[in-house]
């Protein structure tokens, strides 16, 4: 909600992008598809169990293991790390 718009205007994508997202709950409860529809933001269509296949999750599953082996004891020490390493 407070950085989509501005990330899409960062990008320079102008007014024509379409949103994508995979089906997390998160992603399509109530709550967040009202939010979009009433923002107006256009969302592609993605078909439940379809392989995901949104590049992002490579740079989720790299910092994941990297992460990993430095084997964060904390909280404090899991957020330093994940902002320490650059998959
Ligand atoms: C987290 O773990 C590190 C390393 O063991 C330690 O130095 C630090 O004090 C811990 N921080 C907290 C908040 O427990």
Redesign the pocket.
């Known amino acids: 909600k407070d950085n989509l718009k501005s990330s899409a205007q960062r990008l320079g994508l102008g007014r024509s992008w379409v949103f994508q997202q995979d089906n997390d709950p998160k992603h399509t409860s109530k709550v967040v598809i009202e939010w979009l529809n009433q923002a107006r933001i256009r969302v592609l269509e993605w078909p439940s169990q379809s392989p995901d296949l949104n590049p992002i999750e490579n740079m989720w599953k790299m910092l994941k293991k990297q992460v990993h082996v430095r084997k964060?004891?904390?909280?404090?020490?899991l957020h330093q790390f994940c902002q320490e390493e650059e998959p």
């Open positions: 964060p004891s904390n909280l404090t020490e």
